[in-house]
């Protein structure tokens, strides 16, 4: 019997562990390195500069496709992140300084850049600066403010970033959707 009910303690956790789902993810990094020699006429330093830009895209297959060995893949978003890091102290550890996505919004790429507080909205050299996000307490939430309105943002169930603000020309509540660059 207590054989019995130590192979059921063993056996029950690999049936539940085998049950769970793969996920397919397709992810492509590239890492550039550049070193950068200073001198400012007391001593000559090297400061590294490292930019990793990382791809994750889910890999969604073609329903029509189903049961059949070579499916076809449908073209799904690419999260693209880029990451800005700097070595320029005496620790061999690299610090980083920027993390970057880009999204798309009226065919215009904006990036959002990470930083302290949340992160900034960038786009064009017409509009550098479109808007600011700050973290709330809330999970996944935001403060949205910019020049022309502020209202609340957050990230869909697609990774999207939606931003929900009162429009006073409208007298009714508007959505801006920043939807992954392809």
């Given at each position: ?53 990382r ?34 102290d005496r ?53 949205f ?38």
């Amino acid at each position: 019997m207590k054989k019995l009910i130590y192979m059921i303690a063993f056996l029950a956790p690999a049936v539940f562990f085998a049950q769970e789902k793969p996920v397919n993810v397709n992810v492509s990094e590239e890492t550039t390195t550049k070193i950068i020699t200073v001198n400012d006429g007391r001593e000559v330093t090297e400061q590294k500069v490292k930019v990793t830009t990382r791809e994750v895209q889910d890999i969604e297959l073609d329903s029509s496709d189903k049961n059949k060995v070579n499916q076809q893949i449908v073209a799904s978003p690419t999260k693209v992140t880029q990451t800005v890091e700097i070595e320029d102290d005496r620790d061999t550890y690299y610090d980083s300084i920027s993390e970057s996505v880009t999204y798309n919004y009226n065919n215009t790429n904006y990036i959002l850049k990470k930083n302290s507080n949340g992160f900034l909205i960038t786009g064009s050299d017409a509009q550098p600066n479109f808007g600011n996000c700050i973290i709330t307490n809330r999970a996944n939430n935001y403060i949205f403010t910019s020049d022309n309105y502020n209202g609340i943002g957050y990230f869909d169930a697609n990774s999207n970033f939606v931003v929900e603000y009162y429009d006073t020309s409208k007298k009714a509540t508007s959505k801006k959707i920043f939807t992954l660059a392809k």
